[in-house]
């Protein structure tokens, strides 16, 4: 296998298990780590590396790649961003919808569900990010799928600092199962308004943790 052959696996093996929640905000991500973990040498991991970096998903240090920490200011803006595409993307979705895509949605708030009686944040946090990414792969319009996968890691980063609020937890699930009931009926202007209503939502408990208790 060549050595961009390699960089690519190691790429999308990488990238999958960001969207998918797999690493957190105190992951590092070393390169020779990386190769011994996925059998390859140092420099198609590194390139990877670089590669997630360039794109966004990453951000170097002396001591390894890490997730990227946002400002409020930041987080604030990717709010606008979502406000401004998930809601046409949503409408898309609806439209474009898949028999599969919906059994993925439906186990993950049935997941979800569990975990919120279970009080556990992390498995919710999973669940919610298999939903977000089974929607996200039927949305038509692939310029625009692609333009919302690049701040993924930033939403990411909000929902793991608003999980963080217990009385959060049955809004997002509550937020789920209403744009589940939209898709499952193909309503595309349904599914529009509840994604605007749910990152709306999203915003006003991020705004929360800034404000002092």
Same mark, same amino acid.
């Given at each position: ?28 991500f ?20 670089m ?16 997730l ?62 298999? &939903?977000?990414?089974?929607?996200l ?13 690049r ?35 193909r309503?595309?202007?349904?599914a ?5 209503? &749910? ?6 408990? &991020? ?7």
């Amino acid at each position: 296998m060549t050595r961009q052959n390699l960089r690519d696996r190691i790429y999308d093996n990488l990238i999958q298990r960001i969207r998918s929640g797999a690493f957190g905000l105190d992951d590092r991500f070393v390169d020779v780590m990386v190769a011994a973990e996925l059998g390859s040498s140092r420099m198609p991991a590194r390139d990877a590396l670089m590669r997630l970096a360039t794109e966004g998903y990453l951000v170097p240090t002396t001591r390894g790649f890490v997730l990227p920490r946002l400002g409020p200011e930041e987080i604030l803006e990717v709010f606008e961003l979502r406000r401004l595409l998930e809601p046409r993307a949503a409408a898309l979705a609806a439209q474009g919808i898949t028999d599969a895509a919906l059994a993925v949605m439906e186990r993950a708030v049935t997941d979800g569900a569990a975990a919120l009686a279970a009080r556990d944040g992390p498995a919710l946090f999973t669940a919610s990010e298999i &939903f977000r990414n089974a929607w996200l792969s039927v949305v038509s319009n692939r310029t625009l799928a692609q333009a919302i996968r690049r701040y993924f890691v930033q939403v990411q980063n909000v929902r793991l600092i608003t999980m963080q609020q217990e009385e959060v937890l049955p809004v997002i699930l509550a937020g789920q199962r209403s744009l589940l009931a939209a898709y499952r009926e193909r309503d595309a202007v349904a599914a529009g308004d509840r994604m605007l209503c &749910f990152v709306i939502e999203g915003e006003i408990a &991020f705004r929360r943790t800034l404000t002092p208790a």
